[in-house]
């Protein structure tokens, strides 16, 4: 059954078609990988899929129903949540206080229980939460360390347990293996891995071909906006168009 459905999708900026016409499907509990070269439009389908961008034209439907023109903050609520390729931590807190952030952010938490005074209970209920997702994400340790000096392998874990404080049903991961050494890139693939077992559906968006082809159940492959090819890690590893479009850019 398919979490997500994106139809006839079009994202255009003046005359440039950064997405045109784009349609595929995410299956519930898949890892599913959006891969292309550089400015074929993933980042840009991650903006409109979140409600950061307007489509052009088309739609997105998550769970059956249409996501697409909702603020990016109702799309959360509705239970899709994406990280971002730079990082968007706040480097003066603390790990955990990055994840307690990542909880707020959960729209669910509404203020109607805050004014009947369970403000308190809500509170040690989140920063417990917020602890499991820490110690879940193998960063339990340096929860009370400033994120300015964590490693690098570390902060991407760090976006992904602020993404999951949210409590999404998708996920969509822009780019959590760059700039990963080897070590650190296993590390990512096992935390994904048990995300994706936990019951969360993922889409990712990565330039690490190891890393998409390890992972993925199932690919699509964009090339200036459009869609070039879709199928298995094998069909797409075969495909002369997805070939091409590598080598012909590389
Ligand atoms: N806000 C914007 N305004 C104008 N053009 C944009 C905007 N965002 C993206 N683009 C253009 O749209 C195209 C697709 O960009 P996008 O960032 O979606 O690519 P990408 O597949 O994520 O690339 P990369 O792998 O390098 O991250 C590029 O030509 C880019 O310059
Ligand atoms: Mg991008």
């Given at each position: 059954?398919?979490?997500?459905?994106?139809?006839?999708?079009?994202?255009?900026?003046?005359?440039?078609?950064?997405?045109?016409?784009?349609?595929?499907?995410?299956?519930?509990?898949?890892?599913?990988?959006?891969?292309?070269?550089?400015?074929?439009?993933?980042?840009?389908?991650?903006?409109?899929?979140?409600?950061?961008?307007?489509?052009?034209?088309?739609?997105?439907?998550?769970?059956?129903?249409?996501?697409?023109?909702?603020?990016p903050?109702?799309?959360?609520?509705?239970?899709?949540?994406?990280?971002?390729?730079?990082?968007?931590?706040?480097?003066?807190?603390?790990?955990?206080e990055?994840?307690?952030?990542?909880?707020h952010?959960?729209?669910?938490?509404?203020?109607?229980?805050?004014?009947?005074?369970?403000?308190?209970?809500?509170?040690?209920?989140?920063?417990?939460?917020?602890?499991?997702?820490?110690?879940?994400?193998?960063?339990?340790?340096?929860?009370?360390?400033?994120?300015v000096?964590?490693?690098?392998?570390?902060?991407?874990?760090?976006?992904?347990?602020?993404?999951?404080?949210?409590?999404?049903?998708l996920?969509?991961l822009?780019?959590?293996?760059?700039?990963?050494?080897?070590?650190?890139?296993?590390?990512?693939?096992?935390?994904?891995?048990?995300?994706?077992?936990?019951?969360?559906?993922?889409?990712?968006?990565?330039?690490?071909?190891?890393?998409?082809?390890?992972?993925?159940?199932?690919?699509?492959?964009?090339?200036?906006?459009?869609?070039?090819?879709?199928?298995?890690?094998?069909?797409?590893?075969?495909?002369?168009?997805?070939?091409?479009?590598?080598?012909?850019?590389?």
């Amino acid at each position: 059954m398919s979490l997500l459905e994106v139809r006839d999708l079009s994202r255009h900026f003046g005359g440039l078609a950064a997405v045109n016409n784009l349609s595929f499907a995410v299956d519930e509990g898949a890892i599913h990988g959006l891969i292309g070269p550089n400015g074929a439009g993933k980042t840009t389908t991650f903006n409109v899929i979140s409600g950061f961008y307007k489509p052009t034209a088309g739609e997105v439907v998550f769970g059956g129903h249409r996501i697409s023109g909702l603020r990016p903050s109702r799309i959360a609520a509705r239970g899709v949540v994406r990280t971002f390729q730079a990082t968007t931590l706040f480097q003066e807190l603390t790990v955990f206080e990055n994840v307690l952030v990542g909880c707020h952010m959960d729209s669910r938490v509404g203020p109607i229980s805050a004014l009947l005074g369970s403000n308190r209970r809500i509170e040690r209920e989140t920063e417990a939460r917020a602890q499991e997702i820490l110690e879940f994400m193998g960063l339990g340790e340096l929860r009370d360390d400033e994120t300015v000096n964590l490693p690098h392998g570390h902060q991407r874990a760090l976006g992904i347990a602020v993404a999951l404080a949210a409590q999404p049903k998708l996920i969509l991961l822009d780019e959590p293996f760059t700039g990963m050494n080897p070590e650190e890139t296993r590390r990512m693939m096992a935390l994904v891995e048990r995300v994706r077992n936990q019951g969360v559906t993922i889409l990712l968006v990565e330039h690490d071909m190891q890393a998409v082809m390890g992972l993925c159940e199932q690919i699509t492959v964009l090339s200036f906006g459009e869609l070039l090819a879709e199928g298995t890690p094998d069909e797409i590893r075969a495909d002369p168009a997805v070939i091409e479009a590598y080598l012909g850019t590389a």
